[in-house]
């Protein structure tokens, strides 16, 4: 189909490791947004991205955790030394414009162990 | 501290009544509220949203209800539907929904039993 795509769709690494997740997200679509969800919580806005840049990353909770969109399109979320409290489900959305209906990806689970 | 709360982490209802799934807030300064619906192992998808100088907004089976005063929304499905057992999740935003950049609540599981 046509929608928002992340992979891994599970990626399980040990504490201190590095890890990427990747989005595709939908054709033209502009904005790009990074929510996490927590087990038994809603998801959390980490970022989000206006063609290559990002637009406002506060939600980032320290500097382990960075994102890129080089070409506008395909994002990637990096999170250095991975600690326990990292692990939940990185849900990517993209939307035609910044404002305007959300689409998201199944997103990526990951477990550090 | 949590800004957007639904208290009711589930809820049943029998196919063909009215489901009630309620929110309250504590930021003064959301204008804008959404409901998004999630099945398991998907993303969520958008369902319906509000803005602050409305009370009520409608969308065929689903009706969202804004009190501001009481810093509380609510969303009606009527009438239920097996289809609609899903985690519905009340987001807010302070930009007037000129962001996507939104604070959720934690959800509420509606089972809806045939």
């Known amino acids: 189909g046509a929608g928002v795509s992340q992979t891994p769709s599970n990626k399980v690494t040990e504490k201190g490791k590095y890890v990427e997740l990747r989005c595709d997200p939908i054709?033209?679509?502009?904005?790009l947004y990074w929510y996490r969800q927590s087990l038994g919580q809603g998801p959390e806005f980490l970022i989000y991205f206006q063609g290559t840049g990002a637009a406002d990353d506060s939600g980032l909770p320290n500097d382990r955790f960075f994102a890129v969109r080089p070409e506008g399109s395909v994002s990637t979320l990096k999170i250095q030394r991975t600690e326990r409290g990292d692990s939940a489900v990185y849900l990517c959305?993209?939307?035609?414009?910044?404002?305007?209906?959300?689409?998201f990806g199944e997103g990526s689970r990951l477990t550090v162990l | 501290d949590q800004q957007v709360k639904q208290n009711s982490p589930s809820l049943s209802v029998q196919e063909g009544r009215i489901s009630i799934l309620n929110c309250d807030y504590t930021?003064?300064?959301?204008?804008?509220f959404l409901w998004y619906k999630k099945y398991p192992a998907e993303g969520p998808t958008f369902l319906i949203s509000?803005?602050?100088?409305?009370d009520k907004n409608e969308d065929g089976r689903f009706t969202v209800f804004l009190n501001k005063s009481a810093k509380h929304l609510s969303l009606h499905i009527v009438p239920s539907q097996p289809g609609d057992s899903a985690v519905y999740f009340c987001?807010?935003?302070?930009?007037?929904?000129?962001?996507?950049?939104?604070?959720f609540g934690t959800g509420t599981l509606l089972a809806v039993q045939p």
């Open positions: 930021n003064s300064m959301f204008d804008y």
């Open positions: 054709s033209g679509h502009t904005a």
């Open positions: 987001a807010a935003s302070g930009d007037g929904g000129a962001t996507n950049k939104l604070i």
């Open positions: 509000i803005s602050s100088i409305k």
């Open positions: 959305a993209s939307s035609p414009k910044v404002t305007g209906e959300l689409f």
